[in-house]
Nanobody, 124 residues
Framework: QVQLAESGGGLVQAGGSLRLSCIAS????????MAWFRQAPGKEREFAAA????????YYADSVKGRFTISRDNAKNTVYLQMNSLKPEDTGVYYC?????????????????WGQGTQVTVSS
């Protein structure tokens, strides 16, 4: 199975940028579709972005479309989330997740492997 570790979170002012990284170990990342989910205080964990195992297709929640970009480097076993034009409502813990299904899912329950999360705080 695969182990995931996120990094890159922090405190940023509204309008700023952050790049999150998720490094996989235990199994090559190219076996997995990957996604980023996020959880704001007191709210459910929600889908943000996903990418197919090959990197050929990407998917975004409407709330982040045009501002966030998911990408992957399978040679480095790493997935990234570039976040631009950050807003206070983007604040939360960001989790990367892996799924070995044939098709990319946008549903939390379909993902079998999760990292511990990294905190993103956007101040107004």
């Amino acid at each position: 199975q695969v182990q995931l570790a996120e990094s890159g979170g922090g405190l940023v002012q509204a309008g700023g940028s952050l790049r999150l990284s998720c490094i996989a170990s235990g199994r090559p990342l190219n076996y997995y579709n990957m996604a980023w989910f996020r959880q704001a205080p007191g709210k459910e964990r929600e889908f943000a972005a996903a990418i197919h195992a090959t990197g050929a297709t990407t998917y975004y929640a409407d709330s982040v479309k045009g501002r966030f970009t998911i990408s992957r480097d399978n040679a480095k076993n790493t997935v990234y989330l570039q976040m631009n034009s950050l807003k206070p409502e983007d604040t939360g813990v960001y989790y990367c997740a892996a799924d070995s299904s044939l098709y990319v899912s946008l549903t939390r329950s379909e993902y079998n492997y999760w990292g511990q999360g990294t905190q993103v705080t956007v101040s107004s």
